[in-house]
């Protein structure tokens, strides 16, 4: 079974730029689309962004929430195990606990729902000062 772990938060003025690293154990991480999600207190858990799967090291279609399109890029590097979450133009509004998941395969393409995840990680945590 996969496992992962997100690394990389921490505190930053606005502007500014963090790169997550959602890093995973097995073999068989090349065959899953992985999504990140972020969940801020009091709030929903929410979706980010997410990678299709490649056979390829790195590669995978994206798409992204509308609120961060633009400004995050997800992207992953099947040789390391890990998929990554390139944060620039940071805004105070993207404090949150951020969540990497696996997509479950027979979830339809594209999917944002976080019920169609699994295999979440511990959080890793992102604050925007103003």
């Known amino acids: 079974q996969v496992q992962l772990v997100e690394s990389g938060g921490g505190l930053v003025q606005a502007g500014g730029s963090l790169r997550l690293s959602c890093a995973a154990s097995?073999?068989?991480?090349?065959?899953?689309?992985v999504g990140w999600f972020r969940q801020a207190p009091g709030k929903d858990r929410e979706f980010v962004a997410a990678i299709n799967r490649s056979i390829n090291r790195s590669g995978g279609s994206t798409y992204y929430a509308d609120s961060v399109k633009g400004r995050f890029t997800i992207s992953r590097d099947n040789a390391k195990n890990t998929v990554y979450l390139q944060m620039n133009s940071l805004k105070p509004e993207d404090t949150a606990v951020y969540y990497c998941?696996?997509?479950?395969?027979?979830?339809?393409?594209?999917?944002?729902?976080?019920?169609?995840?699994?295999?979440w990680g511990q959080g890793t945590q992102v604050t925007v000062s103003s």
């Open positions: 998941a696996l997509k479950d395969s027979w979830a339809v393409a594209g999917t944002r729902s976080s019920a169609d995840f699994r295999s």
């Open positions: 097995g073999r068989t991480f090349s065959s899953y689309a």
